[in-house]
């Protein structure tokens, strides 16, 4: 018994990392350009509309004005790769990006301050892209609260 509790104690301390926020922090983020990109794919440029819409939900529940005079960029990128006639997997990334000075030469690059993605297989399209972006824009949130308290 002692030695299981001694196992499940050494597994909570190993796993508990792995639920920590990202590396990014989303301090002072008031204004974005919204972007989805579907590499031209017609059946993806069908739910540019809708993917759009839902970022600016996110972004009104946060106070973040979107401005298409914004260098900050928050935006999707999704992309879908068939397997074959019956197996589809989509690659869907929410990022935020945006311009910075580099020190060494104060050369002005465009950085990447935040990054998260979910692949997945399609079982219906639409549906399927909907929750997994909502899951991504969720954990957005999240740590866009944590970080602005």
Same mark, same amino acid.
């Given at each position: 018994m002692f030695k299981m509790i001694k196992i499940l104690l050494c597994l909570s301390c190993i796993t508990l990392p792995l639920f920590a926020q990202t590396?990014?922090? !989303?301090?002072k983020f008031s204004t974005a350009h919204i972007v989805v990109k579907t590499h031209s794919n017609e059946l993806l440029g069908r739910y540019k509309a809708n993917i759009s819409e839902l970022l600016h939900e996110y972004a009104? #529940? *946060? @106070?973040? &004005?979107?401005? @298409?005079? &914004? /260098?900050?960029? *928050?935006?999707? #990128?999704?992309q879908i790769k068939k397997i074959n006639k019956n197996l589809s997997i989509i690659d869907l990334e929410l990022f935020i990006h945006e311009p910075t000075i580099r020190l060494e030469d104060k050369e002005e690059v465009f950085s990447i301050v935040y990054q /998260? &993605? =979910? $692949?997945?297989?399609?079982? #219906? $399209?639409?549906? #399927?892209?909907?929750? @997994? !972006?909502?899951?991504? =824009?969720?954990?957005?949130q999240t740590q866009y609260q944590e970080d602005n308290e």
């Open positions: 590396p990014f922090i !989303l301090e009104q #529940d *946060l @106070n973040i &004005s979107v401005t @298409n005079k &914004s /260098n900050r960029v *928050l935006g999707v #990128d999704i /998260n &993605s =979910l $692949i997945f297989v399609v079982k #219906d $399209i639409e549906e #399927d892209i909907e929750d @997994n !972006l909502i899951t991504l =824009l969720e954990e957005l």
